[in-house]
């Protein structure tokens, strides 16, 4: 299982665009790159997901260097309501139940 | 908008009951998972399935089972509750084997305090 790295915390204020970094030096060649947002009493809800390059949707970019041992979750223009934890995951899509484990993920809060 | 329903938000249970947890997926998913959140320890795997009436245990399926009698509904059995099995449990689906899905849905969870 490729392991990952990410910050406990982060702050930011509304407005401001955050970057979360994930590390994941032992990615495999078949492996995905997923994050997912948690709030409070909810259960977590998938953001955006991708392989390489760089990936964008209606709510966040993902970037993925060529080498893809680490990849950044980019917010765009913070506001209160991103106020959440913030999990990365890597695995093998075609095996869900063996290959993702989610870690402490990242906990950001957005400061007025 | 599809769907993960968790049939309680919060329930109470006593020490030795056996507690059922039920879920509900309406996207006609082949996996169905069910994890086990707290704080300080992030989301842990109980078991998971990949078709009706398979079952595979995940990373802390001791004092737990599972039924998958239908593809829509996953059931996760406490056996005899403990104080150490309150937690908020969180049951998740994801469509079958594919690169083209879009992960994990998850339900709303449920909080279980075994007292």
């Known amino acids: 299982l490729a392991k990952t790295t990410q910050p406990i915390s982060m702050d930011s204020y509304e407005g401001q665009e955050v970057n979360i970094t994930c590390s994941h030096n032992n990615i495999a060649t078949n492996d995905y790159i997923t994050w997912y947002q948690q709030f409070p009493s909810q259960g977590p809800r998938f953001i955006i997901q991708?392989?390489?390059t760089k990936v964008t949707n209606e709510v966040a970019s993902l970037f993925i260097p060529a080498d893809r041992k680490s990849s950044t979750l980019s917010l765009p223009r913070v506001s209160l309501s991103d106020t959440a934890v913030y999990y990365c995951?890597?695995?093998?899509?075609?095996?869900?139940?063996?290959?993702?484990?989610f870690g402490p993920g990242t906990r950001l809060s957005v400061l007025p | 908008d599809v769907k993960v329903t968790q049939s309680s938000r919060y329930l109470v249970k006593r020490t030795g009951e056996k507690v059922f947890l039920e879920c509900v997926q309406d996207m006609d998913h082949e996996n169905m998972f069910w994890y086990r959140q707290d704080p300080g320890l992030g989301l842990r795997l109980i078991y998971f399935?990949?078709?009706?009436?398979?079952?595979e245990k995940g990373d802390i399926p001791e004092g737990y089972s599972v039924s998958r009698e239908k593809k829509e509904r996953f059931s996760l059995i406490l056996e005899s509750a403990s104080t150490n099995q309150t937690s908020m449990y969180l049951c998740?689906?994801?469509?079958?084997?594919?690169?083209?899905?879009?992960?994990?849905?998850f339900g709303s969870g449920t909080r279980l305090t075994v007292v």
């Open positions: 991708g392989y390489k």
């Open positions: 399935s990949y078709d009706v009436k398979m079952k």
């Open positions: 998740a689906s994801t469509q079958e084997n594919t690169r083209d899905s879009y992960g994990y849905t």
């Open positions: 995951l890597v695995g093998d899509l075609v095996n869900y139940g063996q290959n993702f484990v």
